[in-house]
């Protein structure tokens, strides 16, 4: 996008990795308490690990995940009115970043206006905010990275560590649809943790996919390649390596389904038999019947209306939209009101 050899980075980056509460759940307890579960159920944070984020970053350039293209479009079209909308300097924080390849498109922006910029990730996938942080601060040397190894609940509990700079508002970044992932009570409890941290008049620019035909949906979910059928599989993959579990494979296959009735998209490993799969460290043993299947994510698609509903329930106003071309999918834009 631009200039390529810079100074060295390391002075401009800050890694922490935030301990999660000793208390609480960890990928063990998790995985233990998901597959004893009547449906069996598996969150999809565990899906990035080093490998899982990888293969999303592939997906990303599949012609079926239309999603990744026609958010970016809005963004190459957009960033510098997203980026004077605050009307004020900002520091940029975003969750869920991956390796914030769209997000340079806002960083480009931002810095065109304030000539330097303070970004904040929060992601669980160390691996992706490493390379996505190397490849930013190669590419802009006005910017200053603070990027936090952490699940969004202790990401937010850290930045309430790192206000703003006085005079600097606060531009947060909820991309790639994410929010999607999350059932309605949850995305209103989010959204309210990161309003929480924001003071009013702060923005957060949440990317929402819309309500479209399955037609559309389901290739999308499920690609000829085979690459989603691999993000999926791969989260066996990391049960058997980190927790000794003696998962086939082969014995399970790729499924994604639309759920029109809650408008969402399902993906599941259905298991093509009937087995028993020991889990070796958690002292389990994972029985499946034939056609039985493990619910590793949803994916949920929103009308329009149901963003200003969502923005106001979770404290902040709908100020703008903007949608690309096709109609396909939402950049929003929230005021902390
Ligand atoms: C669908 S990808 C989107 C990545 C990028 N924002 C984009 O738009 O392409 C979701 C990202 O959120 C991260 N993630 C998933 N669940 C998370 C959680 N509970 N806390 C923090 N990060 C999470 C993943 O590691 C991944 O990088």
Known sequence: MRRDSQPLTEDRLRMAEIVPAAAGPTFASDVRRGLSAEPKVLLPRYFYDALGSR????????????LTRAEAEILERHAAEMAAALN????????????GRKTRLLIEALVARQGHLL???IDVSS???????????????ELTVTAFVADYQAGLRALRNEPAAPGYRTLTLF???????????????????IRGVLRTGDALLLGVD????????LPAYDDALGVTAAFNLNLLVRINRELGGAFDLAAFRHRARWNGELGRIEMHLESRREQ?????D????????????IHTESSYKLEAAQVAEMAAEGGFSLRKTWTDRGGRFAANLLIGS
């Open 55 to 66: 293969l999303f970053e592939a997906i990303c350039e599949l012609p079926e995940y239309y």
């Open 88 to 99: 004020s300097p900002v520091r940029l924080v975003e969750l869920g970043s991956g390796d």
């Open 119 to 121: 970004y904040l990730p």
């Open 127 to 141: 691996s992706a905010l490493e390379q996505g942080a190397e490849r930013l601060l190669h590419v802009f040397p």
């Open 175 to 193: 991309l790639g649809s994410t929010i999607g992932n999350l059932d309605p009570a949850e995305r209103v409890a989010l959204l309210r943790e």
């Open 210 to 217: 819309l309500r479209k035909g399955a037609s559309v949906l």
């Open 276 to 280: 028993t799969v020991p889990i070796r």
């Open 282 to 293: 958690l002292g389990l043993e994972v029985r499946f019947a034939a056609g039985e299947t």
